[in-house]
């Protein structure tokens, strides 16, 4: 009787939660449908979503009540009755993202604040001695003063990150293996995401695409005084590998050492046959549709003989478009604000999720 009653109990949980995931991934349409459309009907809503009109006026008031969507004026009437219309509270609440880094011996961060669909409230960067987790903190704790509304905040390292740490080698010293994300989950209460740089910036590329169809991409860094790097996405998402070390092109057996790469750019040409190698590599892996190649290293004139030396390997049917991307930062503050404002919506609706 005892089983029976145990059974019974597990059975009728397991349908409130799903019930609950379900209200969650509904309200997570009926958003998204809203931000698309700028401006929206119940039933105008209910066409995106295929959720019922009754449903969608459900959640809608609901909504309305947090403050998240907005009550505007009355549609226009066209015979009938005039349809309620309703808009997206894109400045319901704020994300913080920040951009930590140190190339050329100066340790830098870069914040913006943006709204709900990405824009920009506040932008900037700055100089800093040292970065540690005492001074993230600060920074935090400063933007959160400006703007009380800040629900989630992203940061950016140049290093690999697991489960929230900082594993490995990271330009940033202070923060190999420190569990940045949790520690600051527990200061500041907020949804928090810590992620790798590469991955951002391939996502930002990938997103200002704007493909049709879902792709395979990569981004690759060749940086004058850090290890190479890159981001790869496959059928738009954000591949990171069984302990997020995917992307790490610095360790394929090139035979040649960083500081080799940093000489051979100084010698017209030489590096061209170093960088094809890892070119060929990513292609026969993934097979993408573009390369993005970024960096101190690579330079635009450079572009035609990457390519001849690459069809030397790849036949030219499986090339895909390499292009020179000089400055990427803003492809990754895109990326960095898109995971932030993504933290914010139900964990079920992984389909929409990139990384």
Not at 73 to 100: K, T, W
Request: proline letters at 3%; charged letters at 25%.
């Amino acid at each position: 009787m005892c089983l029976a009653k145990d059974l019974e109990r597990k059975s009728m949980n397991q349908a409130i939660s799903n019930t609950t995931r379900i209200k969650h991934i509904n309200v997570e349409l009926v958003k998204d449908a809203l931000i698309e459309l700028v401006f929206g009907t119940k039933q105008s809503i209910s066409n995106i979503t295929g959720l019922s009109v009754a449903t969608c006026g459900n959640i809608l008031n609901e909504l309305i009540e947090s403050g998240e969507v907005i009550e505007i004026d009355l549609e226009q009437p066209s015979g009938g009755r005039p349809a309620r219309r309703f808009m997206y509270n894109a400045n319901y609440s704020y994300v913080a993202c920040i951009d930590l880094s140190y190339e050329q011996e100066i340790y830098k961060i870069a914040y913006a604040v943006t709204n709900l669909v990405g824009e920009i409230i506040e932008e900037n960067s700055v100089i800093v001695d040292n970065i540690t987790y005492q001074s993230i903190v600060h920074h935090i704790d400063r933007l959160i003063a400006n703007y009380k509304i800040i629900k989630a905040i992203g940061i950016g390292v140049p290093a690999v990150v697991y489960e929230g740490v900082v594993v490995g080698e990271c330009d940033i010293k202070n923060l190999t293996n420190f569990p940045l994300e949790k520690e600051l989950r527990l200061v500041f209460g907020k949804e928090i995401i810590v992620e790798n740089d590469m991955n951002l910036k391939a996502l930002g590329f990938y997103r200002k695409q704007k493909y049709d169809n879902d792709q395979n991409i990569a981004v690759i860094n060749f940086p004058k005084d850090k290890c190479l790097g890159s981001g790869v996405i496959v059928g738009g998402h954000v591949v990171k590998g069984n302990t997020n070390f995917a992307g790490e092109v610095s360790y394929l057996p090139l035979d040649v050492p960083q500081e080799q790469l940093v000489y051979e750019h100084n010698k017209d040409g030489c590096l061209v046959p170093s960088v094809v190698k890892i070119i060929t590599s990513v292609i026969a892996v993934i097979n993408p549709a573009t390369i993005a190649l970024t960096g101190e290293l690579v330079k635009s004139d450079m572009l035609e003989d990457i390519f001849n030396g690459c069809l030397e390997i790849i036949p030219r049917e499986h090339m895909p478009e390499i292009i020179i991307r000089e400055n990427i930062q803003d492809d990754y503050i895109n990326g960095l604000v898109s995971v932030t404002i993504e933290s914010l919506t139900c964990d079920v609706q992984m389909v929409k999720k990139r990384i």
